[in-house]
């Protein structure tokens, strides 16, 4: 018992594996004589006990086993560590090991609010200090939610960003353990990070602070004020003032909140010079101490500067994982970013697509066309840049509600929560409207039935098949009228396929806003609506995107066409040639160069594919189908499919979602609950299983296949 719960002043040297990195830190902080918040550490051996003693160490086998994290996408990541981290909440600490700390806990924080964070062994030692892996949750308050806190800090061991880093943490089942540090909070009037060497100059010292706490500062909510320390002198460099000192983190009666300062504070620097030249010393001290330049958390109380935590400062040059920890984003954020994307981007790009499609590129010469086609690729690429910088970030609002109703509800499903989202008003639910409209006109008359067979198309039908091509005919994968209609034709010659299309769940919705106070029911509310409005720009910004792709690709094509005699070619089957862009771009500005021309080979390896009986990968949509297998790798084969078949491809993308009512089931070798494929299956109740690596080179088309969208297992039958 005595080494399951160990407060700071009776934590030994030789205890370092037991009470991991950041706890240890912290008493070589104390050693130094330095104040340090009091703090207990739940060592090692609690993490170990709680799964040996319960079911949790296989659960956590079995999800680790479903799919090899290096063949994974960061949904499925998060996916993962979202079932695991439920496995957490939902598995009860055995009542010897709760009795214990629980007894421990209330003698030494019964009556102050506290900070509860993670500290794995390694976590922050020289070589795997990654900031953001693990859990810190600040201002808890009492023995049970400190207990339920330590359970979720644990879970972090198991994290998404801890998935991306696994190589580097050494992320392992049988090794890899979690401690836990409780410190009391110290409500600073003044807070703030220090680099005792600048990422900018190895010559300086960064010196940064707030008003309030520090969390608006470490999630980027606050600006600083920011001091350039000479290192060698002590002099001070530079001091750069905020654009504004607008916000300030401050205490509620759980967590934080950001809230605007009272005007004395706004104007008010918030450190001195002698304040600097204490965390100048408080910096050099801990350098010389650890050996290495240190990032430092600090906060200022009553004239004191209490340490809240060191760690070695490292940099990594792989930028799609920090790009990955960038897209963790608090409440605040997601705000100001919804109403970019709401308000700006989105309008942005319907007036870019709008003007591209006005443009009459047939009725240029080729030097103009040259310079649109130039001019239309620039534009692709800022916009598929803003997507990534802004809309794919946006997406966390998903993932945070997601999170926050797990942590409160504990359901048994981890996605119960999906069903609150959908029925959010999906432009691709709007667009699959349209085409069940038209093939219910087709459905009524045969003789209109029989004049689009005959691909004649005329009166209130032929509108509305010219409207719909005008706004959805942009995709890359219809390429002419034609294949619109053989698609409404298709879905015309079956009966009408009633799929559950959802529009949340009242109940959930009820019991997820009840369970929180009055006070705080709002911000519940507003989260929910954060989530939902996340969901549907989810799938409707990546049309909106396909809009302007499709604006580019269409001049690719005039160019090509225009390349047809040159080439010896009639104007369709130039086509079926790969042309580079800067090829084109060449033969446009030369009338004497023929472009080099590449025949597009399409391998059929139908007849070659591996046979397995059952394949496992994750549940993404509720059900069990069985029926005749579509197996989908080039764009051109998506109208091959036909009523009630299982579709099999690598990954939905939204512009090729308008297929999904003719099919009774969908298997993707991309994962996860928040891709495209098992959005739009959820919205139409069709079972659905992810992140199957060799989907589309194991099932065959026209074998028998058996979809499980519980499990997550699809059965195949050789036909």
Same mark, same amino acid.
Request: proline share 6%; net charge negative; charged share 35%.
């Given at each position: 018992m005595k080494e399951l719960v160990i407060p700071f002043e009776k934590i030994r040297k030789e205890q370092s594996e037991l009470i991991g990195s950041k706890a240890f830190s912290l008493y070589s902080i104390v050693d130094e004589g330095m104040k340090v918040p009091p703090f207990a550490c739940i060592t090692t051996k609690a993490y170990e006990r709680f799964l040996d003693t319960s079911t949790l160490r296989g659960k956590i086998t079995m999800e680790l086993s479903r799919k090899d994290v290096e063949d994974m996408r960061w949904e499925e990541m998060w996916d993962k560590s979202l079932r695991i981290r439920s496995h957490f909440l939902n598995t009860p600490i055995p009542e010897t090991l709760d009795r214990q700390m629980r007894e421990q806990l209330s003698k030494l924080f019964s009556? @102050? $609010? @506290? @900070? @509860?964070?993670?500290? /794995? $062994?390694?976590?922050?030692s020289s070589d795997t200090s990654f900031a953001g892996l693990h859990e810190s949750y600040v201002n808890v308050r009492d023995v049970d939610p400190i207990m339920k806190h330590i359970r979720l800090v644990w879970a972090s061991l198991w994290s998404d960003a801890a998935f991306l880093y696994r190589e580097e943490l050494g992320l392992d089942i049988e090794h890899s353990s979690m401690a836990v540090m409780v410190q009391e909070l110290v409500a600073g009037d003044v807070s703030g990070i220090v680099f005792s060497s600048s990422p900018d100059s190895d010559e300086q010292m960064a010196i940064e602070a707030v008003h309030g706490l520090n969390k608006g500062l470490v999630d980027g909510d606050v600006e600083p004020d920011r001091w350039m320390v000479d290192r060698e002198s002590s002099a001070i460099v530079q001091y750069v003032s905020p654009s504004g000192r607008e916000m300030v983190t401050r205490l509620r009666d759980t967590g934080t909140v950001l809230e605007n300062p009272v005007p004395e504070i706004s104007n008010t620097v918030p450190l001195d010079e002698d304040d600097v030249h204490k965390l100048y010393d408080i910096a &050099? /001290? +801990?350098?010389?101490? %650890?050996?290495? $330049?240190?990032?430092?958390?600090?906060?200022k109380r009553d004239e004191e500067i209490y340490v809240l935590q060191s760690r070695p400062i490292t940099t990594t040059g792989d930028r799609k994982k920090l790009w990955y920890l960038s897209l963790r984003r608090t409440m605040d954020n997601l705000d100001k970013l919804r109403k970019k994307v709401e308000d700006e981007l989105i309008p942005e790009m319907i007036r870019d697509e709008a003007s591209l499609k006005a443009i009459d590129i047939e009725s240029m010469d080729n030097a103009e066309l040259a310079e649109e086609i130039i001019r239309r690729d620039e534009l692709h690429e800022i916009w598929k840049q803003r997507y990534i910088d802004e809309f794919i970030p946006f997406a966390h609002g998903m993932r945070m509600f997601g999170q926050v109703y797990n942590d409160v509800i504990r359901p048994s499903n981890p996605y119960e929560f999906m069903d609150l989202l959908s029925g959010s008003g999906l432009l691709s639910v709007s667009r699959n409207a349209e085409l069940k409209r038209l093939a219910g &006109? +087709?459905?009524k008359d045969a003789s209109l039935m029989e004049k689009a067979r005959n691909n004649v198309i005329e009166g209130d039908f032929g509108?509305?098949?010219?409207? %719909? %091509?005008?706004? %959805?005919?942009?995709?890359?994968?219809f390429k002419g009228r034609e294949d619109l209609l053989r698609l409404i034709i298709e879905l015309a010659s079956n009966p009408e396929m009633e799929m559950p299309v959802k529009g949340g769940n009242k109940d959930l919705e009820k019991q997820f806003i009840s369970a929180f106070s009055e006070k705080n029911r709002a911000c519940s509310e507003d989260l929910l609506d954060t989530g939902r409005t996340s969901y549907r720009l989810r799938d409707d910004d990546n049309i909106h995107l396909g809009r302007i792709e499709e604006q580019y690709l269409s001049s690719l094509k005039e160019a090509k066409l225009r390349m047809a005699p040159r080439l010896g070619e009639a104007g369709g089957d130039v086509m079926d040639y790969d042309i580079e862009k800067d090829e084109l771009l060449k033969a446009l500005n030369d009338d004497s160069y023929v472009p080099v021309k590449k025949l597009r080979v399409e391998e059929d390896t139908q007849d070659k594919k591996e046979y397995k009986r059952q394949i496992q990968g994750q549940p993404a949509g509720e059900g069990l189908v069985s029926g005749i297998a579509r197996v989908i790798t080039r764009n051109k084969e998506l109208f091959d499919v036909r009523f009630g078949e299982i579709l099999i491809c690598d990954a939905i993308d939204p512009n090729m979602t308008f297929v999904v009512p003719l099919v009774s089931g969908i298997v993707e070798r991309r994962g996860g609950m928040l891709i495209h494929g098992a959005i739009i299956a959820r919205e139409y109740g069709i079972p659905c299983v992810t992140g199957i690596p060799d989907a589309t080179k194991v099932i065959k088309t026209g074998d028998e296949v058996t979809v499980d969208g519980y499990l997550g297992i699809v059965v195949i039958k050789r036909m």
């Open positions: 009556d @102050v $609010p @506290v @900070v @509860v964070r993670s500290s /794995a $062994p390694g976590e922050d &050099m /001290a +801990l350098e010389r101490r %650890f050996g290495k $330049p240190q990032d430092i958390e600090w906060t &006109m +087709l459905r509108k509305g098949v010219e409207d %719909f %091509f005008g706004d %959805f005919g942009h995709s890359d994968f």
